[in-house]
């Protein structure tokens, strides 16, 4: 009822009354069109929002044309659309890995003057940071993620442990926790090990949080983060075998149904685990992902920004959409109707929003210290060559060390030894 009345508060705030506008004008000078994959919840949150902007713009309407959830599915329909120089949209949701490389080729424009320098402080810098190409904004961020670590506050509290902070606390207690409830179902840690995006994320976040990387830093190091996710599995004996199939859903599924103590996921499972029915409701704590002893925690940057093809023949009204959706009034809007965690900084200092939203407060320091995925437009190419190396690292079948030499000679062969500084700046 709270978040439900906070809706209805900041729908006033924004004048859009949360129902459809009324007419729109019968011959619109412009019409903007506005491509992005499909988002969960209540479709007309956003809808409204768009009409809103309509009212305040008479002339223009924006026709909103969804892509398929797959962000794979969404990147190739961007890819052959935008590299002909022509694109049949004038705005496009994108997600934080993409925006190098369709900045490298030309496809999307800067977006220096729509969010000036002044104006990016009071944003999330890991956001700013993966859509800054070259020293310019190609991109304005619209929501953020990041992972997190889910536990069971019931268990933990059952057997007096207080959730991990280190790797080896949650190995520690997760073998504690299941010698104690003796029950089969029920397993340590559940994980993204399957051979896609949410391997490379989770592998990073390891390797980061013991103060390396896969593609460079302390060699060692990096081998002893590639261990570790296979001894969760061989060794310590806390991860299901069936690890190597998992990923997002599949976790959220074992972990909702009460068969696991700890999880790593995306904050978008919390509310799904709140709801009437769940069996976890009221049981669930979140905290920030452990880390190696003498190093923080790295979560992995996620989330969507807003950019414009540079074909656009609407460059300076697509800007005024583009500042309009990620405003402080149509953020809170999206935070509250669609659970969506806002990329400005201040909201999470918003008493209303963080009353009808507690899980703000917990999230705001993971978000501050959200690391992106290297910032380089070879990205993709580095994860493709990547997710089968560390793949075979789960499952058994290369020593980390052989996946991380496959790994860094992939690298070289990628982007050239003379590209090297370019290719993994940020890392």
Not at 158 to 175: C, F, I, S, Y
Not at 254 to 264: K, P, T
Not at 310 to 328: D, K, N, W, Y
């Amino acid at each position: 009822m709270m978040i439900a009345r906070a809706v209805v508060t900041f729908c006033a705030a924004l004048a859009l009354g949360c129902a459809p506008a009324g007419d729109r004008p019968h011959d619109p000078n412009i019409v903007l069109v506005f491509k992005h994959g499909k988002l969960s919840g209540d479709g007309a949150i956003l809808s409204n929002i768009l009409r809103e902007f309509e009212r305040r713009h008479p002339g223009i309407v924006v026709r909103e044309e969804l892509l398929p959830s797959s962000s794979d599915r969404q990147h190739q329909y961007y890819a052959m659309n935008l590299d002909g120089g022509q694109a049949p949209f004038d705005l496009l949701g994108v997600d934080t890995i993409w925006v190098q490389e369709f900045a490298k080729a030309g496809w999307i424009a800067s977006l220096e003057k729509v969010l000036p320098p002044a104006e990016r402080e009071q944003f999330f810098p890991g956001p700013i940071k993966a859509a800054t190409f070259k020293g310019q904004l190609y991109a304005v961020p619209w929501y953020i993620d990041a992972g997190v670590l889910y536990y069971r506050r019931d268990l933990l509290d059952r057997h007096g442990v207080a959730p991990p902070k280190t790797w080896p606390d949650l190995v520690h207690a997760a073998q504690r926790i299941l010698d104690a409830e003796r029950d089969p179902r029920l397993a340590g840690f559940v994980w993204q090990g399957k051979q896609y995006e949410g391997l490379v994320c989770f592998a990073l976040e390891v390797l980061h949080s013991n103060g390396s990387d896969l593609w460079g830093g302390d060699r060692a190091r990096a081998e002893a983060g590639l261990r570790f996710l296979r001894e969760t599995v061989a060794g310590h004996r806390i991860t299901p075998v069936s690890v190597g199939m998992a990923d997002e859903e599949s976790t959220r599924q074992i972990f909702g149904s009460g068969r696991a103590l700890f999880m790593r996921n995306w904050p978008y499972a919390w509310s799904l685990f709140q709801r009437e029915g769940s069996l976890v409701r009221g049981k669930v704590g979140i905290a920030p992902l452990p880390s190696f002893p003498g190093y923080p925690s790295a979560p992995v940057l996620g989330g969507w920004m807003l950019a414009v093809p540079r074909a656009s023949a609407h460059q300076q009204e697509v800007g005024e959409l583009i500042r309009f959706l990620t405003s402080p009034d149509a953020q809170r809007l999206v935070a509250l109707g669609l659970g969506y965690n806002p990329t400005r900084r201040d909201l999470y200092a918003d008493e209303s929003l963080v009353g009808a939203r507690p899980l703000l407060k917990d999230l705001y320091p993971i978000f501050l210290e959200a690391r992106p995925r290297p910032v380089t437009p070879y990205y993709l190419l580095l994860s493709q060559a990547l997710q089968p190396e560390v793949s075979a690292v789960v499952v058994g079948r290369k020593t980390p060390r052989e996946a991380l030499d496959a790994v860094r000679r992939q690298l070289t062969r990628i982007v050239g030894s003379s590209d090297l500084p370019v290719a993994v700046e940020g890392l």
